[in-house]
């Protein structure tokens, strides 16, 4: 049985505001301690986890299915069931290289930390001051997919999605603008999509957009 079609899509991911993508947790809570973010065990960098891409870029498309009956993506095909693997590979996203050593010559910071007051459920004084570490704006990431399938539909779908990611931000506190980020130079097996992405048109609804848990 032959195999469908590898395609390797890639393209340069930058943030255009700050981004926190950590741990949420009581024992944080406090103006001493702050949320860390996740980084890469092995250099310190910190990074976009390819799980963190797959379950946003999927809750948009399930909701962009119910704004538009005319944008129906396969989302079992895409993502998988339970004991079935999708075609859609999410790699980690790491800083890009050569960014990286620009960025450390002018001595320019990667992340910070930003203090905020945020109220919490549950919690008997509910107003809290938060210190969470984000990754800056303006840093760039290599960003990666690979999608296996001959199913007509697929690419139009991912376009689709990153299109939605681009809108909507990813990690945390997307509502008060963190996370915005911008796709360039887009490509699936060496040929420019970023046209495709530039031109495709969003759907309009208020149900896009909801923030994901533990981001």
Same mark, same amino acid.
């Given at each position: 049985?032959?195999?469908?079609?590898?395609?390797?899509?890639?393209?340069?991911?930058?943030?255009?505001?700050?981004?926190?993508?950590?741990?949420?947790?009581?024992?944080?809570?406090?103006?001493?301690?702050?949320?860390?973010?996740?980084?890469?065990?092995?250099?310190?960098?910190?990074?976009?986890?390819?799980?963190?891409?797959?379950?946003?870029?999927?809750?948009?498309?399930?909701?962009?299915?119910?704004?538009?009956?005319?944008?129906?993506?396969?989302?079992?095909?895409?993502?998988? $069931?339970?004991?079935?693997? *999708?075609?859609?590979? @999410?790699?980690?996203?790491?800083? /890009?290289?050569?960014? +990286?050593?620009? %960025? =450390?010559?002018?001595?320019?910071?990667?992340?910070?930390?930003?203090?905020?007051?945020?109220?919490?459920?549950?919690?008997?004084?509910?107003?809290?001051?938060?210190?969470?570490?984000?990754?800056?704006?303006?840093?760039?990431?290599?960003?990666?997919?690979?999608?296996?399938?001959?199913?007509?539909?697929?690419?139009?779908?991912?376009?689709?999605?990153?299109?939605?990611?681009?809108?909507?931000?990813?990690?945390?506190? $997307?509502?008060?603008?963190? *996370?915005?980020?911008? @796709?360039?130079?887009?490509?699936? /097996?060496?040929?420019? +999509?970023?046209? %495709? =992405?530039?031109?495709?048109?969003?759907?309009?609804?208020?149900?896009?957009?909801?923030?994901?848990?533990?981001?």
């Amino acid at each position: 049985m032959n195999q469908p079609p590898l395609i390797l899509i890639q393209a340069q991911l930058e943030l255009r505001s700050d981004l926190h993508i950590g741990l949420r947790s009581p024992s944080h809570f406090g103006a001493d301690k702050g949320l860390p973010i996740v980084r890469n065990e092995l250099d310190g960098m910190p990074y976009i986890p390819g799980s963190s891409l797959k379950g946003r870029m999927k809750c948009l498309l399930a909701a962009s299915r119910g704004v538009d009956n005319d944008l129906q993506p396969d989302l079992p095909l895409l993502f998988g $069931t339970p004991g079935r693997r *999708g075609c859609a590979s @999410f790699w980690d996203v790491h800083v /890009n290289a050569g960014w +990286l050593t620009e %960025r =450390l010559g002018a001595d320019l910071a990667i992340t910070q930390f930003r203090g905020e007051v945020r109220s919490f459920a549950g919690l008997a004084n509910r107003e809290r001051f938060q210190l969470r570490e984000v990754v800056c704006a303006g840093v760039h990431f290599d960003f990666r997919l690979s999608l296996q399938t001959g199913r007509t539909g697929a690419m139009e779908s991912i376009l689709l999605g990153l299109k939605l990611l681009e809108w909507q931000g990813i990690g945390g506190s $997307t509502s008060r603008g963190m *996370g915005r980020i911008k @796709f360039s130079e887009l490509k699936a /097996n060496g040929v420019s +999509l970023q046209a %495709r =992405l530039d031109q495709l048109d969003i759907p309009d609804g208020e149900s896009l957009g909801h923030e994901t848990p533990h981001s």
